[in-house]
């Protein structure tokens, strides 16, 4: 099973940009694809972003898609999350997850992933 630890995370001010970062250990390159979900209180864990097992393809929610950028360096095993012009809105616990057996099929679902991590705070002041 993959282990993941997330970091990165953090108070900024809108318009701000972060850089979360997922280290992996057990993740054989090609083998899984990794997503990255937010969840607030309250509220079901939201897609944010995926990358195939390749490192080709990304999928993000429309919410996101020209702010976020979903990245791997698998000479660091570490999956990132850059993240430009922040919003208020996009204030949640971050978490990384891990995908063996479904991939990309279904991205979008948190329970298609296996593996995740423990989750980084950003939070985002208007």
């Known amino acids: 099973q993959v282990q993941l630890v997330e970091s990165g995370g953090g108070l900024v001010q809108a318009g701000d940009s972060l850089r979360l970062s997922c280290t992996t250990s057990?993740?054989?390159?090609?083998?899984?694809?990794m997503g990255w979900f937010r969840q607030t209180p309250g509220k079901e864990r939201e897609f944010v972003a995926h990358?195939?097992?390749?490192?080709?393809?990304?999928y993000y929610a429309d919410s996101v898609k020209g702010r976020f950028t979903i990245s791997a360096d698998d000479a660091k095993n570490t999956v990132y999350l850059q993240m430009n012009n922040l919003k208020p809105e996009d204030t949640a616990v971050y978490y990384c997850?891990?995908?063996?057996?479904?991939?990309?099929?279904?991205?979008?679902?948190?329970?298609?992933?296996?593996?995740w991590g423990q989750g980084t705070q950003v939070t985002v002041s208007s």
């Open positions: 990358l195939s097992r390749n490192g080709v393809s990304t």
């Open positions: 057990g993740r054989i390159f090609g083998s899984e694809a």
């Open positions: 997850a891990a995908a063996s057996v479904y991939g990309s099929t279904r991205y979008y679902d948190s329970r298609a992933y296996e593996s």
